[in-house]
């Protein structure tokens, strides 16, 4: 099927950018793109993930399991603005006058080369697997240990306890020109979460933080910025995140 996206007023309109398989299979479903924490089809969260074909279903890239905005530290407190002027750098392919703010960040990694920040788990012990404090998160500092954004435990709880307590991992194919996306029969039903498992796994580096924010036209009176806040998982690494599992062939 043609790479779509499901408008405000309930029609299908032509979605030319790379990402479009997630879009596609909602347009099918009949689900208008989002920003609320709440399963999207008959309560369940429905995620697409690229293979390589139908026969293996070989994963072909991570898989995106939510995008919130940061609730605190220099992105929320001072902007989108000035924390890209103090952790942005220059777009890599050199387009002119862009700056990104990119990366894998985890637990297990140190300061990122091109921004200066690491992940860190505040108010959580990685032996017990528990919360210690429940005013604690998940923190991106710099080597002086300024919060440059971070996401409370409490608000990063409820947002996946509520969309994941159901979730279908559907396989896609795309192929171009004209982009187009198929979908396999073979999905992966998960069911049972549990926030500290998704701690858990994120404490081990498997769940990692992906941000994908730009400034074009940065030096000019209005820049233009995109934000996107993920974390993601490999594929292999979803099944530790819920308590029952299944692979169901439709």
């Given at each position: 099927m043609a790479s779509q996206k499901l408008a405000a007023d309930g029609t299908k309109v032509a979605y030319a950018a790379r990402n479009g398989g997630?879009?596609?299979?909602?347009?099918?479903?009949?689900?208008?793109?989002n920003s609320y924490a709440e399963p999207d089809f008959m309560g369940w969260e429905v995620k697409q993930y690229g293979v390589r074909d139908f026969v293996s279903f070989r994963p072909q890239s991570p898989?995106?399991?939510?995008t919130p905005e940061p609730t605190g530290g220099i992105y929320r407190t001072e902007g989108v603005a000035a924390f890209m002027k103090r952790f942005g750098y220059p777009d890599q392919?050199?387009?002119?006058?862009?700056?990104?703010?990119g990366g894998r960040y985890d637990c297990q990694r140190s300061h990122h080369?091109?921004?200066?920040?690491?992940?860190?788990?505040?108010g959580y012990d990685r032996?017990?697997?528990?919360?210690?404090?429940?005013?604690?998160?998940?923190?991106?500092?710099?080597?002086?240990?300024?919060v440059a954004a971070s996401w409370t435990f409490k608000g990063m709880m409820a947002h996946w306890n509520r969309k994941h307590a159901q979730?279908?991992?559907?396989?896609?194919?795309?192929?171009?020109?004209?982009?187009e996306y198929s979908y396999g029969a073979k999905v992966l039903l998960c069911e049972q979460t549990d926030f500290l498992l998704f701690l858990r796994a994120f404490a081990a580096g498997k769940i990692y933080y992906d941000p994908a924010v730009k400034v074009e036209n940065a030096s000019s009176g209005t820049p233009q910025i995109k934000r996107r806040s993920q974390f993601r998982v490999a594929h292999a690494d979803l099944r530790e995140l819920y308590q029952r599992h299944e692979l169901v062939q439709l």
């Amino acid at each position: 099927m043609a790479s779509q996206k499901l408008a405000a007023d309930g029609t299908k309109v032509a979605y030319a950018a790379r990402n479009g398989g997630g879009y596609t299979l909602e347009a099918e479903l009949g689900i208008a793109p989002n920003s609320y924490a709440e399963p999207d089809f008959m309560g369940w969260e429905v995620k697409q993930y690229g293979v390589r074909d139908f026969v293996s279903f070989r994963p072909q890239s991570p898989v995106t399991l939510m995008t919130p905005e940061p609730t605190g530290g220099i992105y929320r407190t001072e902007g989108v603005a000035a924390f890209m002027k103090r952790f942005g750098y220059p777009d890599q392919a050199g387009k002119p006058d862009r700056f990104n703010f990119g990366g894998r960040y985890d637990c297990q990694r140190s300061h990122h080369a091109l921004t200066g920040l690491r992940m860190t788990l505040s108010g959580y012990d990685r032996a017990t697997g528990k919360i210690t404090d429940l005013d604690g998160g998940i923190t991106l500092i710099d080597a002086a240990e300024e919060v440059a954004a971070s996401w409370t435990f409490k608000g990063m709880m409820a947002h996946w306890n509520r969309k994941h307590a159901q979730a279908a991992y559907v396989p896609s194919l795309f192929r171009t020109p004209p982009p187009e996306y198929s979908y396999g029969a073979k999905v992966l039903l998960c069911e049972q979460t549990d926030f500290l498992l998704f701690l858990r796994a994120f404490a081990a580096g498997k769940i990692y933080y992906d941000p994908a924010v730009k400034v074009e036209n940065a030096s000019s009176g209005t820049p233009q910025i995109k934000r996107r806040s993920q974390f993601r998982v490999a594929h292999a690494d979803l099944r530790e995140l819920y308590q029952r599992h299944e692979l169901v062939q439709l």
